[in-house]
Each structure stands twice: as structure tokens, then as C-alpha cells.
């Protein structure tokens, strides 16, 4: 089974718009961690913003927040106010675990292709 | 300046030929590793280090060696390269547990394989 969802390969949004990009996640493990990184053209991983299983409050980053609905186990990126910058790839990722013992291992989501049209 | 950085960043070379890529990290982490990025943009872990000790080896051909000589620097090297192996192959390292947003990875800037 897979252990992050992105159904949506691709997005289209126009420039000062906001926009929504889903991810979907299954673990049974009670701690977890759940991470945004942004893929530009020129191909850099950026970490966005990140939401820990036990956090309260949903994380947010200036226009970055991340829509936290645990019981359905969705983590969405939801971007305001979009510009021309934010086109690129979009990945969701997710920890298991606490990092105990030096074992950490971010799996990682297909990805979502955000395009930006001004 | 640069927090992780790997060279080479392009690689071309010959299938069948040996290759390494390099890392290093100046953020004084414990943890480093490779991912592969295949054409899809599929992003994997290969292999984990934690204070110079394999953690991860995920499912990845023998052709393949880690190694790391200290926790700042973890290489790859790739023996007998075939075309599946193009890719681009990211070097990143986490910080401590209770430093920062836990197995958060800090990537390097990538280095393109195309192998012909």
C-alpha cells in the first residue's frame, strides 16, 4: 500500500489565487512527522513547512499552511496568494516514528506539478 | 557557505564504467543519506549513516557502496554502471532528535548520472 498519496500530478492556478495540494498518508505508528519540500526547475529540494502527529495547531510557514485533518489522515498544502515563483514540483513526505536511534526515513509522495499562469 | 554539497553535479559517462559522487555537510549532523530521484521524479532512499554506522540499506544492487570516513561526508560510488542508473542522486543530512523538526532532510543541490 502506499504510504503517501498525491492524486493530483498536476495543478494549474492563477497568479494571486489560492491553491490546494492534496496528500493523503497511512501509518499505524502513533508518532509521525509530515513534510512539504518544493522542487523548483532547477532542481533543489526547499522544505516548506512541517506538522508533527502530536501538534495541536495546524503548521504555517508566511503563505505556506498545511490543512492537518489527522482522523482522515490528509495533510494538505494549501498556498495563498499564489506567484509566478511557486511553480514547481511539490512533494508531501512522511516520517514514521520518532527518530530514535539514528533510524529516520522520509518517504515520499509522487508529487504534484503546481504551474502559476499570471 | 554551502550547508550540504555534493559534486560532481553532472556526471556523464559510459555504461559499464565505475563512478563516485561526493557529499559533505557543514551543519555538524549526524545523519546523512542518498536518494535517488528517478525520470518519473520518484524520490527513494538508498542508504542511511548515523555517526558514521549504516542504519538504512534499502533494496539497492550490490553495484552500489556507501561509504562514509567521517559524519561529515558520506560518497557513493556505483560499480559497473548500467542505464538504469540515470538519475539524479541527492545527498541530505538530518539533525539530532530534539534539534529542529525531527528527520527533517536538509538536501544537497543533486547530482545528474546519465549513463549512455
Known amino acids: 500500500a502506499q504510504k503517501i498519496t498525491q492524486t493530483q500530478p498536476g495543478m494549474f492556478v492563477q497568479e494571486k489565487e489560492a491553491v490546494t495540494l492534496d496528500c493523503t498518508y497511512d501509518?499505524?505508528?502513533?508518532?509521525?512527522?509530515l513534510f512539504w519540500y518544493k522542487q523548483p526547475s532547477s532542481g533543489e529540494m526547499i522544505f516548506l513547512i512541517y506538522?508533527?502527529?502530536?501538534?495541536?495547531q495546524n503548521a504555517t510557514e508566511g503563505r505556506y499552511s498545511l490543512n492537518f485533518q489527522k482522523a482522515r489522515k490528509s495533510a494538505n498544502l494549501v498556498i495563498s496568494a499564489s506567484q509566478l515563483g511557486d511553480s514547481a514540483m511539490y512533494f508531501c513526505?512522511?516520517?514514521?516514528?520518532?527518530?530514535?536511534?539514528?533510524?529516520?526515513?522520509?518517504?515520499f509522495g509522487a508529487g504534484t506539478r503546481l504551474a502559476v499562469h499570471p | 557557505d554551502t550547508a550540504v554539497s555534493q559534486t560532481p553535479k553532472y556526471l556523464v559517462t559510459q555504461m559499464g564504467n565505475d563512478k563516485s559522487i561526493k557529499c559533505e555537510q557543514n551543519?555538524?549532523?549526524?545523519?546523512m543519506y542518498w536518494y535517488k530521484q528517478d525520470s518519473k521524479k520518484f524520490l527513494k532512499i538508498m542508504f542511511s549513516?548515523?555517526?558514521?554506522?549504516?542504519?538504512i540499506n534499502e533494496t539497492v544492487p550490490n553495484r552500489f557502496s556507501p561509504k562514509s570516513p567521517d559524519k561529515a561526508h558520506l560518497n557513493l560510488h556505483i560499480n559497473s554502471l548500467e542505464l538504469g542508473d540515470s538519475a539524479v542522486y541527492f545527498c541530505?543530512?538530518?539533525?539530532?532528535?530534539?534539534?529542529?523538526?525531527?528527520?527533517?532532510?536538509?538536501f544537497g543541490e543533486g547530482s545528474r548520472l546519465t549513463v549512455l
Open positions: 541530505a543530512s538530518s539533525p539530532q532528535p530534539g534539534q529542529g523538526r525531527a528527520g527533517e532532510l536538509f
Open positions: 501509518t499505524s505508528d502513533p508518532s509521525y512527522g
Open positions: 506538522q508533527g502527529s502530536y501538534d495541536q
Open positions: 513526505a512522511m516520517r514514521e516514528g520518532d527518530f530514535s536511534g539514528g533510524y529516520n526515513k522520509l518517504i
Open positions: 551543519l555538524g549532523h549526524d545523519t
Open positions: 549513516y548515523n555517526n558514521k554506522e549504516l542504519i
